[in-house]
């Protein structure tokens, strides 16, 4: 069997350059929109916006970390640590607790700072990494990125 490579086919039409009159009419160029949305305004909160993690449902957290990984502010792999706080198991029943209509506000910084503990005591690393930069996100999300170190490395 032989195959052949596609042969060229003309565009139909002229596609427009950056620099041509079809695209100056107002239109923004990639490099502006680029731009724009790169600033450093883009990527601040506002105070009013800021999450606070020492009083959350577990359904805030797990809608806050989506918006995040969205927005392309944290990668899949940073969400890790977040994903494991949003997860509650019932001891009565050894099933999972529905975040929807679980409305218990936790401390998730102090659940990190606690699982940090955990991870040392177990030796571990990678595990206490992933919680470490949790808390450091947490905080910065705060503005409270000063009160970081608390004798844990982090």
């Known amino acids: 069997m032989k195959i052949q490579a596609p042969s060229p086919v003309p565009p139909s039409s002229p596609h427009p350059t950056g620099g041509s009159a079809a695209n100056a009419g ?5 490099a502006s929109m680029l731009a724009a949305a790169t600033t450093p305004a883009a990527d601040q909160t506002a105070d009013d916006e800021r999450p606070d993690f ?8 797990f809608d806050w970390m989506n918006q995040q990984i969205r927005s392309g502010r944290m990668s899949l792999d940073e969400s890790t640590p977040f ?8 001891a009565a029943t050894g099933e999972p607790v529905d975040m929807a209509s679980d409305g218990e506000r936790i401390d998730f ?5 606690g699982g940090i503990d955990g991870a040392l005591e177990r ?9 470490q930069a949790a808390v450091e996100h947490m905080l910065k999300m705060q503005g409270s990125a000063g009160t970081a170190a608390d004798g844990r490395g982090v």
Request: charged fraction near 25%; proline fraction near 0%.
């Open 109 to 113: 910084v102090a659940k990190a700072r």
């Open 54 to 61: 020492t009083s959350m449902t577990r359904q805030q957290l």
């Open 26 to 30: 107002g239109a923004c160029s990639f």
């Open 83 to 90: 994903l494991g706080m949003t997860m509650k198991i019932s």
């Open 123 to 131: 030796r571990d690393y990678d595990l206490l990494a992933r919680l």
